[in-house]
């Protein structure tokens, strides 16, 4: 069994690297540790370069199409980890998860038509309506033993004639949440009900810890099956977003065709050379790299955990059930959210998430990007401490 180093520090700096390099033109600064946006410092698998290498030799990379063993690695790869059994007419490439939603928008929706989204939530949940002059309505999350629950009385409570579409973060960004398979069970009786498409966005999917079990949304009952439009990707889990490999799973018949029709009429369903490549790759060979990574993110949280509660104890940390990704609670400090941005980026020097963008309940929050080596977390806690000492 190959070991793999999730301790090495790789210099990023000059890739054309939106984490590191652009850091002045977001932050103000390029002298800052970055722990934002959510990629990872780790070295993509040794699997998938290779992959993506043999294939360079040939040197023609013309129109292309999806292989038998690119479908057939999804279709393993799903059923392996999620115990749920899809087909190949089910998949659809599509050139990135928010393009997806914004697809499902034009594709299911009209301008005026009301959007569900439940926040503190990731931000293009709100962004993409929005620009598309659809109106966001907000079902948050309540807060129930310091975790976060779906609202399902207020659910019901907003729902109207205009609402058209729900989306979802299974798992939940920035909360980490696993969702179980009773709550997804509800969500999509009470979308069924009231004819609402449940747009899933499942790309942390991969990364839930051991002992959390995640469910595909679709795959909780034939009612969520019938309602529902599920997007995936290996892209968070094997740090390839620049490659774009993320897939629709669409198990209706009826949402397929009106779905995929609409992504086959502009060719949005075509993937890249690179994509299938690095797809088959990662779900082919993935499994013992995974396991490795995730046991490594999880030893970070345990990390950030004990040194926040030891050393900061102003500061509570979400403690996530998936992902690299971890909610801070800082509204123990009494700053304004413009002071605490200020704490951490001018004071502490540390790049990170904004919670006020995840919309309401994000206030008095930051998102903390773990996706790194252990010796960086040092030192970024390190500099937090400090700063918050003389404040």
């Known amino acids: 069994m190959k070991h793999y180093n999730f301790d090495e520090v790789i210099e990023r700096h000059g890739t054309n690297c939106i984490k590191f390099d652009q850091l002045k033109e977001r932050f103000g600064s390029e002298n800052l540790t970055p722990l934002w946006v959510a990629d990872m410092d780790f070295r993509t698998p040794d699997f998938i370069v290779e992959a993506i290498k043999k294939r360079c030799e040939h040197e023609i990379f013309g129109y292309t199409y999806g292989s038998d063993a690119y479908y057939e690695s999804i279709i393993n790869w799903v059923h392996y980890k999620y115990n749920w059994k899809i087909q190949k007419e089910w998949i659809s490439y599509i050139p990135g998860i ?8 034009q594709c299911f929706t009209q301008p005026g038509d009301k959007v569900i989204i439940q926040p503190p939530v990731y931000h ?23 975790s976060y629950e779906m609202d399902f009385e207020h659910l019901e409570s907003i729902i109207d004639n205009k609402c058209k579409l729900l989306i979802l973060c299974n798992p939940h960004n920035p909360g980490g949440i696993v969702w179980k398979k009773e709550t997804l069970i509800k969500l999509a009786e009470i979308c069924a009900k009231h004819h609402i498409l449940v747009i899933s966005d499942e790309i942390h999917a991969e990364m839930a810890y051991p002992q959390y079990r995640h469910y595909p949304f679709a795959s909780v009952s034939d009612t969520a099956a019938s309602c529902s439009i599920t997007f995936m990707a290996p892209s968070k889990t094997f740090n390839i977003a620049g490659i774009v490999t993320s897939y629709a799973i669409v198990p209706d018949k009826h949402i397929r065709k009106e779905f995929y029709s609409f992504l086959e009429a502009g060719e949005f369903g075509d993937g890249t050379i690179f994509a299938y490549e690095a797809t088959t790759a990662a779900y082919t060979y993935g499994a013992e790299w995974l396991q490795q990574m995730r046991m490594y993110i999880m030893e970070n949280v345990r990390f950030v955990d004990d040194f926040i509660k030891t050393n900061l104890p102003q500061i509570k940390v979400y403690m996530p059930q998936a992902s690299f990704l971890v909610w801070l609670d800082c509204k123990d400090l009494k700053l304004s959210q413009e002071e605490l941005v200020d704490l951490f980026t001018n004071k502490a020097g540390l790049a990170l998430n904004d919670g006020s963008i995840f919309g309401p309940g994000g206030e008095g929050h930051m998102r903390l990007n773990i996706g790194c080596p252990r010796s960086v977390l040092v030192s970024a806690l390190e500099a937090l401490k400090k700063a918050i000492n003389k404040k």
């Open 98 to 105: 928010v393009k997806g939603i914004a697809f499902s928008l």
């Open 124 to 146: 293009p949940f709100r962004i993409v309506p929005e620009s598309m002059k659809r109106e966001v309505v907000y079902n948050p999350l309540k807060l129930t033993d310091g």
